[in-house]
């Protein structure tokens, strides 16, 4: 058991990953079903009764069951992962980014003791200071309404959408992309500079 454990704690080849998502969207495909994190949201309204008030909401939920058993998996599977199966050292970050985010300020962990460097605590550690607040509080909006307006989350068009040749997908990935560099390149160093 002790093999396993370790086995399951190392990191693990992207091919894997790759290989594991082919195989859902392949069964996904074939089944007739659509992967999507941000309409569970929709699911869980629709599941508590919102469809008695808004037409949005009032749609077969059931039928989106499936989807909200892999949100708890996925839930599951995260806390499983981090307190029992997590790496014996922090995320491994390219020696090229790691000078890049010290010229912003962030200093990234090398041993367990100083983090575990998902997440970076020059920003996460005080929440409750007014930019971090911003940050948490505009981003989560943007994040929200940018998923129901571009009609599914980043999951859903990227593996999904993709996988079903959309094109809509496609324009809403390579948005996802243009606003991801924006934010590392452009947006969040000017915000650093003024914490």
Known sequence: ??????????????????????????????????????????????????????DFFDYKWKDQ??????????????????????????????????????????QVPQTLAEGNGYVPTEIFSNPFSTLNFILLTVGGFLVGFGARYAGGCTSGHAISGLSNLQLPSLIAVIGFFIGGLSMAWIILPNLLSIQ
Do not use: D, K
């Open 1 to 54: 058991m002790e093999g396993i454990i370790e086995l399951l704690s190392q990191p693990w080849h992207w091919a894997v990953s790759g290989a594991a998502i082919v195989s859902i969207m392949s069964l996904l495909l074939w089944f007739g079903g659509e992967f999507g994190v941000s309409g569970n949201l929709r699911t869980i309204c629709a599941a508590g009764g919102a469809g008695n008030h808004c």
């Open 65 to 106: 069951i499936w989807n909200l058993v892999f949100i708890a998996g996925a839930i599951i599977g995260g806390y499983l992962a981090i307190n029992f199966l997590g790496s014996p050292a922090p995320v491994q970050i390219a020696p090229a980014t790691q000078a890049y985010l010290q010229t912003l300020g962030i």
